[in-house]
């Protein structure tokens, strides 16, 4: 019985990678394709085309649009019981393009795909090949996992563009605010002090987190972008934007982390009267420890099995659920309690 499995296990790893080398051609193409023309959080829409393109073209069957999302995708070959799933990446970083090579990841996990699908009868499994979006922004793993999508998945894998290749990583847990300070505008010559200088609030929010990073435990993390400070010069700033992203080693010290920068920007808004909204970007992400942290993992914690139809079509989105009500909160600005 052994030997007659090691002989099975040999032939499908046989087949899947002669699968993966027939396409290598066209897989390198496609990842050169997604760089060259590289499309950001919600509007990779040219990107997922050409991913389930050549996915359809493979006799997956392609489910677009899914969770409400516009841009993420589900393609699935075989029938069996056990699913096993690829995320695929594709979203690249405003004014950079693809430095974070999710052409390259993206590309990869539609190779893993053709790989398993050759040997998907074989073996007994469904492959599923899901594109998530937004993962530069808003997290688009953690919006289509809210969604259901990955609710039959027994397994889930990808792999990232790195200098040298290696399995386990770990990921800090990470999360975002959208911070905007609102203020009074006045002319900034004749007669300043009746304005109320956002753009003052938000230097001093970005001044008070610099000094608290030296009380922040190791491996947390702050960083900051300002996205609007106002728009002439003679003009005290009225509305000042930025967005701040924190990670830490765990959720535990996330929300650690969070309650002190919260209170570097209450600060702000104290000391120069303005009006402070904060709110959540997108989703946050939990830490992932890998083999290297978390000793002799059990088979349980690594693999979920659960008895549904292998592809079926994922919950609609909730009223509720991040993307909406990130496009509910873009539109009314609404401030944190």
Known sequence: MTSTNTAAREQAFATATAAVRDHEQELVELSHSLHAEPETAMGEHKSAAKITLLAESHGFEVTRGVAGLPTAFVACRGTGELVVALCAEYDALPGVGHACGHNVNGAASVGAALGLAA????????????????EEDIGGKALLLEAGVFDEVA?????????????????????AWDVVYRGRPAHAAVAPWKGVNALDASVLAHTAVGLLR?????????????????????????????????????????????????????????ATGAVLEVSLHGADFADRRGPCTTPNPSPATEIRRVRT?????????????????????????????
């Open 119 to 134: 040997v998907a009868d074989l073996l007994g499994i469904t492959v599923k090949l899901i594109g998530t979006p937004a």
């Open 214 to 270: 030296q009380q922040l435990p190791p491996g947390t993390l702050v960083h900051d972008i300002v996205l609007e400070a106002g728009h002439a010069v003679n003009v005290i700033p009225e509305t000042a934007r930025a967005r701040y992203e924190l990670r830490a080693r765990t959720i535990e010290d996330l929300a650690h982390a969070r309650h002190r920068v919260r209170a570097c920007l209450d600060g702000a808004a104290l």
């Open 309 to 337: 139809a292998p592809c079926s079509t994922p919950r609609p989105p909730s009223p509720t659920s991040a993307w909406n009500w990130r496009q509910t909160r873009s539109n009314a600005g609404a401030a944190s309690t």
């Open 155 to 175: 397994a889930a894998f990808m792999v990232h563009a790195a200098p040298e290749d290696f399995v386990g990583a770990s990921s800090l847990a990470v999360g």
